[in-house]
T-cell receptor, first 111, second 116 residues
Framework: DTAVSQTPKYLVTQMGNDKSIKCEQN?????MYWYKQDSKKFLKIMFS???????INETVPNRFSPKSPDKAHLNLHINSLELGDSAVYFC??????????FGPGTRLTVT | AQTVTQSQPEMSVQEAETVTLSCTYD???????LFWYKQPPSRQMILVIR??????QNATENRFSVNFQKAAKSFSLKISDSQLGDAAMYFC?????????????FGQGTRLTINP
């Protein structure tokens, strides 16, 4: 009965590869988010979707592309991975202006 | 743009004692929300407490309470009767109440250690 789930939890890959992280929420929320937590633990918004529509797109390289096939899913695809992409990526969801609930995070390591 | 500042990178407290974590923020908006999230070593982000800016009453959740000073743009978290399980990174976060501006803006975090 996990509320917000992400797969995989750990991802180790080489520079130049393409990878995807999947997120699903079963809370019935209409808004989903991707956040990045860097090595200093700083959390920053990357994207937000509301009812499958992109509403927030922070300054993120074009190599990052979110996709929302439906309200319950928000995936993150990353092309041509770089060393600096190593971080923990969190998916979150909320209903309108209510609080956001986070997934367990995906630790991405690029070697 | 809104900013959130947590000036205490690390704090420690004896078990069963009380500790207060500081947070200040900068905004020109009058309506917004403030949150404290906890991140234990498991990495999971857990919502601790929420405060609506239009409410004067400070939010309380069991051993956790806040001191919200809107004019001073201050939002501190008080943890009473500290327990070993409270050890974690604590993040203060701001969110505008405007529709469509739903991102959380986080502070740098405070690492809380509980000494047995």
């Amino acid at each position: 009965d996990t509320a917000v789930s992400q797969t995989p939890k750990y991802l180790v890959t080489q520079m130049g590869n393409d990878k995807s992280i999947k997120c699903e929420q079963n809370l019935g929320h209409d808004t989903m988010y991707w956040y990045k937590q860097d090595s200093k633990k700083f959390l920053k918004i990357m994207f937000s979707y509301n009812n499958k529509e992109l509403i927030i797109n922070e300054t993120v390289p074009n190599r990052f592309s979110p996709k929302s096939p439906d309200k319950a899913h928000l995936n993150l695809h990353i092309n041509s991975l770089e060393l600096g992409d190593s971080a923990v990526y969190f998916c979150a969801s909320s209903q309108l202006t209510r609080e956001q609930y986070f997934g367990p995070g995906t630790r991405l390591t690029v070697t | 743009a809104q900013t959130v500042t947590q000036s205490q990178p690390e704090m420690s407290v004896q078990e069963a004692e009380t500790v207060t974590l500081s947070c200040t923020y900068d905004t020109s908006e009058s309506d917004y929300y403030l949150f404290w999230y906890k991140q234990p070593p498991s990495r999971q982000m857990i919502l601790v407490i929420r405060q609506e800016a239009y409410k004067q009453q400070n939010a309380t959740e069991n051993r956790f309470s806040v001191n919200f000073q809107k004019a001073a743009k201050s939002f501190s978290l008080k943890i009473s009767d500290s327990q070993l399980g409270d050890a974690a990174m604590y993040f203060c976060a701001y969110r505008s109440a405007s529709r469509g501006a739903q991102k959380l803006v986080f502070g740098q975090g405070t690492r809380l250690t509980i000494n047995p």
